[in-house]
């Protein structure tokens, strides 16, 4: 075969696999939200006190800007490390990949060091505000004990990837990419059994959810109590698991009476459009579907220090490893908001009841100090859910479609 | 060879550098287990270890040698994770070829190691104690004071004896003297300077008119 039929054929091939990628993607973006939804635009004074809103878009701000340091000051760090983070080499007596690990391990242990101060900032604006209850010196020791499972897991990382690259060469991506896609399954999987207790003592939560459940037309799920309350204030719920591992878990922050009954059923039932929905699975088929273009420009990047089957190149490679992920932040933050929506517009359908739900964004307001209508940039790069104003206005946009 | 300079960097973050490590001596040491049982019935039946399970057991010891001096700071590199020979400076030696063992004392092996595990485990608490003092030390200095050096690598010799006693590695009891090992290439006491390069033994000293010659590393 000629060079240039070669050429060809690796342009065809690159294009077959573009257009199947798109289309997967394109998939994946597809909600049941009605595409021509219009959404009003909302006063939130209406709903919440001046004093409240100012009270939140301070708190945000600030909060943002630790934000925006959590954001940027790894890619700093990393950028450093990646120049200079080889001169560790001298500090293992270990092959390949135990040196390769200790680079890694060296790498997170600098970005820990570096990242304390703005963590013990943002604590102290959190406690200030009386979301977070932990101390600082909790903070330091909690967080140097969660150091010592980011290294295992940056270790079982280098592990596959350069034990690949030792086998495939920079070929190792395609070996790679599958693993870590089955390991996000895995871990997804077994996430909801280290997590929270059954749920007790809301015997009518149990059976709203049952009823939400044969409305939504899915199989209910286990409710579990997650215990939080010792650290922080702020109320939350999760869909969890995957398959029989399924489960919905309830801060105990949401439970404390803070919250209406009514409120708890939309939320119940907002986490049942999620299993509904399988958004889990989609989340795991969004990660696939970024996890062999990343490895593949990781691969390409990681050559000029020798490839992955070198030591060498780890330093490179855990910039790139945060560096990628972070360019494509808003990417996934759109993603995910997506998947947030069409769970808030299936929960509407289920509990039929838009003033719980509206009662419910504004006490999230109140309680979670969250500014419900930041400045553009704030969604785009930490925006996981709709904001406050824009659920609040999907409310009221159901309501104008089903006259509730 | 150890020139006494830490990394004050990868001192602060010792134990948890060791994690991977911790987990793999875990996983290791299950596999040990198990063929400890069988190795201790075909010591029974033909007077000594299998040699598959001998070479398995010394791999094991050589590298939890190095995952203990690394984790109490007796040596500054990373450790591998084959327990290959004159791969570290801390370096343990043992007997790569099976040897007769009596079979009386292979039977009560369980029991007859009692004694020296509990000067095993004071010796831990010491080398515990040892090893807080000497983090401070290595993280303003940079350095690991020689005397806790020392102290820690015989502590690791004599506890390694032990377990190679236990896995029937040896048939020599363990023995805890610095100096009666000195034959055998136990110099970290003696002579300081040359501390590093001399490694550490499991073989314990019972019979010093026939030692083994110390080992380069």
């Known amino acids: 075969m000629s060079k240039s039929s070669r050429r060809l054929l690796g342009l065809l091939i690159f294009g077959a696999l573009a257009a199947v990628w798109f289309y997967i993607a394109y998939r994946l973006w597809q909600t049941s939200v009605p595409d021509d939804l219009k959404q009003p635009s909302v006063d939130m004074s209406t709903l919440v006190s001046s004093s409240e809103l100012n009270r939140a878009k301070h708190f945000s701000l600030v909060l943002d800007l630790f934000g925006l340091a959590g954001i940027f000051l790894p890619l700093l760090v990393l950028g450093l490390y990646a120049k200079w983070g080889h001169r560790f080499m001298r500090e293992s007596a270990a092959g390949p990949i135990g040196t390769g690990m200790l680079l890694a391990m060296l790498g997170i242990a600098i970005l820990w060091i570096a990242m304390l101060p703005s963590g013990l900032g943002a604590l102290w604006w959190l406690r200030r505000y009386g979301i977070e209850k932990t101390g600082y010196a909790d903070l330091v020791i909690g967080t140097w004990s969660v150091l010592g499972f980011e290294f295992l897991g940056i270790c079982l990382t280098i592990l596959i990837v350069m034990g690949f690259a030792r086998l495939l060469g920079n070929n ?81 922050t949401i439970l404390d009476g803070r919250f209406s009954e009514p409120e708890l ?111 553009f940039w704030d969604p785009i790069l930490f925006g996981t859910h709709p904001t406050d104003q824009q659920r609040i206005a999907m409310v009221e946009a159901w309501q104008a479609r089903n006259g509730g | 060879m150890d020139d006494l300079r830490r990394s004050r960097l990868t001192v602060f973050f010792r134990f948890l550098l060791c994690f991977p490590h911790l987990i793999w001596i875990y996983l290791w040491g299950a596999l040990v287990g198990i063929v400890f049982i069988l190795n201790w019935l075909v010591a029974l039946v033909i007077g000594r270890p299998a040699k598959p399970f001998q070479r398995f057991n010394a791999a094991f010891l050589r590298y939890t040698t190095t995952v203990i001096a690394y984790l109490f700071l007796i040596a500054n590199p990373f450790p591998g994770f084959a327990g290959e020979p004159g791969s570290y400076p801390i370096e343990l030696e043992v007997p790569t070829t099976p040897e007769k063992q009596n079979r009386l004392k292979t039977f009560f092996r369980l029991l007859l190691i009692y004694p020296a595990l509990l000067v095993a485990g004071a010796l831990l608490y ?58 055998l290439g136990t110099l970290v006491v003696e002579a300081p300077t040359a501390a590093a390069e001399a490694p550490a033994v499991a073989e314990a000293p019972v019979e010093p008119e026939a030692p083994e010659a110390p080992s380069e590393t």
């Not at chain 1, 895995?186 to 207790?197: A, E, I, K, R, S």
């Not at chain 1, 939400?212 to 939080?228: F, H, N, S, T, Y």
């Not at chain 1, 995910?336 to 739900?357: H, V």
């Open chain 1, 172 to 252: 190792w991506w395609l070996a790679g990419a599958p693993v870590f896609v089955g390991i996000a399954i895995l871990v997804t999987f077994v996430q909801p059994y280290g997590f929270g207790h059954p749920l007790v003592g809301h015997a009518t939560l149990v059976q709203a959810e049952k009823r939400l459940a044969q409305k939504e037309g899915v199989k209910a799920v286990p409710l579990r109590e997650i215990d939080v309350s010792a650290t922080t204030t702020a109320p939350n719920a999760v869909a969890m698991g995957l398959g029989p591992s399924r489960r919905i878990g309830l801060f105990d």
């Open chain 1, 265 to 375: 059923e939309s939320v119940v039932a907002h986490e049942l459009a999620h299993h509904k929905h399988n958004d889990l699975w989609k989340g795991i088929g969004w990660y696939a579907l970024f996890a062999f273009p990343i490895a593949f420009v990781i691969a390409q990047l990681t050559k000029r220090r020798g490839g992955m089957m070198v030591p060498l190149a780890v330093p490179l490679f855990l910039f790139a490893y945060v560096a990628i992920p972070t360019v494509l932040l808003p990417i996934d933050n759109a993603f995910s908001r997506r998947l947030e929506a069409e769970a808030d517009w299936t929960a509407l359908q289920a509990t039929n009841d838009p003033q719980a739900a509206k009662a419910l964004f504004v006490n999230f307001v109140q309680t979670t100090n969250q500014d419900p209508n930041p400045p």
């Open chain 2, 126 to 183: 010491v080398t515990y104690f040892v090893t807080f003092l000497a983090w401070w030390a290595a993280m303003i200095t940079g350095r690991m004071p020689r005397g806790f050096r020392d102290l820690g690598a015989n502590a690791i010799r004599y506890i390694q004896q032990c377990y190679a006693y236990f896995l029937l590695v040896t048939g020599s009891y363990p023995c805890a003297s610095p100096y009666v090992g000195m034959e």
